[in-house]
């Protein structure tokens, strides 16, 4: 069956440090991917996309990788700030118009 | 700019009752999505309309669940003979292409169903 996994527990990290978070998914072939951050009581926001084509992508803190081999991806962000605390959503689409969603992982940044 | 906006926020009713959802995209946008989110998960595709027509409603759980765009811009999902298990946060996107690029997220509408 097709599936994606985010880390169901939540990720717990001191500020300053860096905050990895995992995105597997099994029987897809996405033609890209993307992360979103969701706040309590708001709706999704778009942080980054990465192509099939692209190993890396950066935006400022903000650091994703994409391995269609071992078939995940992976969320970076540096110099974390508590800012940063919220939920990280993966998505993927794979083609036609819809857009699959994991999980997503909690991130807790302590001052 | 307005972003993706949606109202109610929140909306209470009883078991049996109809109920409509809004959303008023992003202006300019054709393309627009409808997802449910339960606690602890990710959002759910139900929707997509390209202008004013559904290209995919695969989402959608069953026929009580209806949506639809008349004149490309607003869209309104309707949901007949609620049920319990509909209570959760029914979430609105739109994006400028049509396909599934970026997309604006509106703050959701959560629907409890008593």
């Known amino acids: 069956s097709q599936k994606i996994e985010q880390n169901s527990e939540a990720l717990n990290i001191q500020e300053g440090k860096t905050a990895t978070l995992t995105c597997n998914y099994t029987?897809?072939?996405?033609?890209?991917l993307q992360w979103y951050r969701q706040d309590p009581g708001r709706g999704p926001v778009f942080l980054l996309l990465?192509?099939?084509?692209?190993k890396e992508k950066r935006k400022e803190r903000l650091k994703v990788t994409f391995d269609t081999t071992l078939k995940q991806s992976l969320f970076h962000i540096t110099a974390s700030q508590p800012a940063d605390s919220a939920t990280y959503l993966c998505?993927?689409?794979?083609?036609?118009?819809?857009?699959?969603f994991g999980a997503g992982t909690r991130l807790f940044v302590k001052a | 700019g307005a972003g993706v906006s949606q109202t109610p926020s929140n909306k209470v009713t009883e078991k049996g009752k109809y109920v409509e959802l809004r959303c008023d995209p992003i202006?300019?946008?054709?393309?627009l999505y409808w997802y449910r989110q339960s606690l602890g998960q990710g959002p759910e595709f139900l929707i997509y309309?390209?202008?004013?027509?559904?290209?995919?409603d695969s989402g959608l759980p069953n026929d009580r669940f209806f949506a639809v765009r008349p004149e490309g811009s607003v869209s309104t999902l309707k949901i007949q003979r609620t049920e319990r298990g509909d209570s959760a946060v029914y979430l609105c996107?739109?994006?400028?292409?049509?396909?599934?690029?970026?997309?604006?997220f509106g703050p959701g509408t959560r629907l409890t169903v008593l």
């Open positions: 996107a739109s994006s400028l292409g049509e396909r599934a690029d970026t997309q604006y």
């Open positions: 029987n897809y072939s996405p033609a890209y």
């Open positions: 990465i192509r099939e084509n692209e």
């Open positions: 998505a993927l689409y794979t083609g036609g118009f819809k857009t699959i």
């Open positions: 202006s300019g946008h054709t393309a």
């Open positions: 309309f390209q202008g004013t027509g559904a290209a995919d």
